[in-house]
């Protein structure tokens, strides 16, 4: 401020002194006289002028000089001058230059090239926060995950670049495998940054994972309050993490906790299939059967599933097979036209052995829907109305191909779960699994085309002591079981979901 003031005055002073002297010229016409040493000059204006301007130069040239000398012993002396400012602004250009080129290269995927451009950046930069993330990027793209790794622990000592540490390292044990490790730093970052969405989801599928339930939940509430999650799907998300803790619960050891879990879990999404059951195997405990079918019938009409049938069957285990098909009359009527419920009242009418009625339910599902399910209860009503063996075993042939119908499938990579989970055990998706049929129709059983033969065979006479659906002993010894008996087998463990193959495992006779 003050040598502002100082240059201003210096400036008026000189501006007045040459209007002074412009003006006595101006007046005496004579110019003016100087004497030095003995000696006189006399200076007409013109030369006066010209004097005074060659004065003024040298003044300003000794004074830049001067200027100059200062700042290099200053520079010498290592203070801050312009020439310091001049060359720090000229490495500050080239590092800017290299910053640039080795981010192009990380584009381009020329990892080495990217190393050796950040190596550059940080000798004439020395801003290690921009050149080591720079670094970390270029070592990952060559595939030097050692001095990546080096490079995000140097990352973590600065304040400003601790998160992208944490995140770097997180990733790089995601991609080792290292799960338990890559949740802790999953963790720090989250506690660092807790409005980051991608920390957000990869923490809450680890916690998945792990299951961690309770800490999934407070994530899946976190992303609730910042507005990145709707409200309904954040219900629906809460309400399978709750049915995962219930279950969790429920290992323990502590069912009355369990019970109330499950409820919840069901009031919070009522047509969530595995809360309903459970909620409702939680009400058949305490003995609330009213509640139990209320709500089974509520998911029912939501979407009809074997597992809804299964749990409303278990309200009363022991009633007959008449009684059964009497009291599920309420469910079949929420959703007659559903394949599932016409499927599940031909299996009750065959349980309670009436054919004609079965018959009826399942309609012309074998032709426009084949699945290996209605394939199967074919086989079972031809069965009990006394049809040629042959006849059923080319029905039990068809099953063996045909679709295996509606499973949990995971949306993003289609992958078939014989459980529902939260969490896709391909994939590892969270809440990506529905009930539909795959493409393809699902996972056939093997070598079905080279059965074929067993099963459908020669009809002919067999003994009243032997199996109504024997397997033609083949050419060669066969070591393996036939598919019809896997699939007999496989169907006798499932009496509520497919009692046809009850009646076919028990070799029903037919009637006449």
């Known amino acids: 401020m003050i040598w502002s003031f100082l240059k201003?005055?210096?400036?008026?002073?000189?501006?007045?002194?040459?209007?002074?002297?412009?003006?006595?010229?101006?007046?005496?016409?004579?110019?003016?006289?100087?004497?030095?040493?003995?000696m006189e000059f006399t200076l007409g204006p013109l030369q006066t002028a010209l004097a005074a301007l060659s004065v003024f130069v040298l003044v300003w040239l000794l004074l830049r000089v001067l200027g100059l000398l200062s700042a290099v012993l200053h520079f010498i002396n290592g203070d801050e001058t312009a020439v310091s400012r001049y060359?720090?602004?000229n490495r500050e250009r080239k590092g800017y230059e290299a910053l640039a080129e080795g981010m192009m290269a990380v584009a381009s995927g020329e990892g080495r090239v990217a190393l050796a451009k950040a190596a550059k950046a940080e000798k004439y930069l020395g801003r290690p926060e921009l050149t080591n993330l720079l670094s970390a990027q270029?070592?990952?793209?060559?595939?030097?995950?050692?001095?990546?790794?080096?490079?995000?622990?140097?990352?973590?000592?600065?304040?400003?670049?601790r998160f992208v540490g944490v995140q770097g390292l997180m990733k790089q044990k995601l991609a080792e495998g290292d799960a338990a490790t890559a949740l802790k730093l999953a963790e720090k970052a989250y506690a660092l940054k807790p409005r980051h969405e991608g920390v957000q989801d990869t923490l809450l599928r680890l916690q998945s994972e792990k299951g961690d339930?309770?800490?999934?939940?407070?994530?899946?509430?976190?992303?609730?309050?910042?507005g990145l999650l709707p409200r309904d799907v954040h219900r629906r998300r809460d309400a399978l993490l709750a049915l995962q803790e219930a279950k969790g619960v429920l290992a323990e050891g502590a069912s009355i906790e369990a019970r109330e879990a499950a409820i919840a879990a069901n009031k919070a999404s009522p047509d969530l299939i595995p809360a309903a059951v459970m909620a409702a195997e939680a009400y058949i405990a305490k003995g609330d059967t009213k509640h139990a079918t209320r709500l089974l019938l509520k998911a029912w009409e939501a979407q009809p599933h074997p597992e809804l049938a299964a749990a409303f069957a278990a309200i009363a285990p022991d009633e007959t097979a008449a009684e059964r098909a009497k009291r599920f009359e309420p469910l079949l009527k929420l959703r007659a036209d559903a394949e599932e419920t016409r499927l599940l009242r031909a299996e009750l009418a065959i349980a309670a052995e009436d054919?004609?009625?079965?018959?009826?339910?399942?309609?012309d599902l074998a032709e426009t829907h084949p699945t290996a399910r209605a394939l199967t209860l074919m086989a079972a009503v031809?069965?009990?109305?006394?049809?040629?063996?042959?006849?059923?075993?080319?029905?039990?042939?068809?099953?063996?191909?045909?679709?295996?119908?509606?499973?949990?499938?995971?949306?993003?990579?289609?992958?078939?779960?014989?459980?529902?989970?939260?969490?896709?055990?391909?994939?590892?998706?969270?809440d990506t699994?529905?009930?539909?049929?795959?493409?393809g129709g699902g996972v056939p059983l093997a070598n079905r085309a080279e059965m074929l033969p067993l099963i459908v065979g020669t009809p002919r006479p067999l003994p009243e002591a032997l199996d109504p659906l024997p397997v033609p002993v083949p050419a060669a010894p066969m070591p393996m079981p036939t598919e019809t008996e896997i699939l007999t087998e496989r169907l006798r463990r499932d009496p509520l979901a497919e009692p046809d193959a009850v009646a076919l495992a028990r070799g029903m006779a037919p009637k006449k």
């Open 138 to 161: 270029a070592a990952e793209a060559a595939g030097d995950t050692r001095k990546a790794t080096e490079v995000y622990r140097r990352l973590l000592a600065d304040q400003r670049t």
């Open 433 to 439: 699994l529905s009930w539909r049929e795959p493409p």
């Open 355 to 363: 054919f004609p009625a079965a018959r009826r339910a399942l309609g």
């Open 8 to 38: 201003i005055a210096v400036f008026l002073v000189a501006v007045a002194a040459l209007t002074l002297g412009a003006t006595y010229l101006a007046e005496n016409g004579e110019g003016i006289r100087i004497a030095v040493a003995g």
């Open 87 to 89: 060359f720090d602004r």
């Open 382 to 430: 031809e069965r009990g109305e006394g049809a040629d063996d042959a006849v059923v075993r080319g029905w039990l042939a068809r099953a063996l191909g045909a679709s295996r119908g509606p499973q949990w499938v995971c949306e993003n990579c289609h992958n078939i779960q014989a459980e529902w989970g939260p969490v896709c055990d391909n994939c590892g998706g969270f």
């Open 213 to 226: 339930w309770k800490g999934a939940r407070d994530v899946l509430g976190t992303k609730l309050k910042q």
